[in-house]
């Protein structure tokens, strides 16, 4: 079922109406309207999805990491964002940090390059 939302283009303002004019006319119509165009539906989206992904990358456009991230570290930086995006504070960190210690605090010669790697150092997740 794909959830859509009827409007009465007279309760829109002009900008609005003009819009959903324009989407019913192009190639891939996001609206259809009434045969006397005075309703219009249009298909409505998972808002919520849509407004986290959408504060997640306003996050990391902040901190100019969008298009610079290394393959390597890409799945990690939002993910951390994400984090802090919902429980921010320097304590989130600290108990992130505190995790990866506790979990590190008897192997030795832990490889730098491998540091955020889930290829190769998941098992802190584990905790």
């Known amino acids: ?15 609005q109406a003009k819009m959903i004019r324009k989407a019913s006319v192009c190639k891939r119509p996001a609206a259809v309207l009434s045969p006397k165009k005075t309703v219009a539906k249009v298909l409505g989206g998972d808002n919520f999805s849509e407004a986290e992904f959408s504060r997640l990358k306003r996050s990391l456009r902040r901190v100019n990491k969008i298009g610079r991230m290394s393959p ?8 951390a964002m994400q984090a802090l ?4 504070g320097l304590m989130t960190v600290l108990n992130a ?24 150092d998941k098992s802190w997740l584990d905790v």
């Open 1 to 15: 079922m794909t959830p859509t939302r009827t409007f009465k283009l007279s309760k829109l303002t002009k900008g």
């Open 72 to 79: 390597k570290r890409a799945h990690i930086d939002p993910l």
């Open 85 to 88: 995006l919902d429980a921010p």
């Open 97 to 120: 940090m505190s995790l990866y210690r506790q979990d590190r605090v008897h192997s030795l010669g832990a490889n730098p390059m491998h540091f955020g790697d889930l290829v190769h």
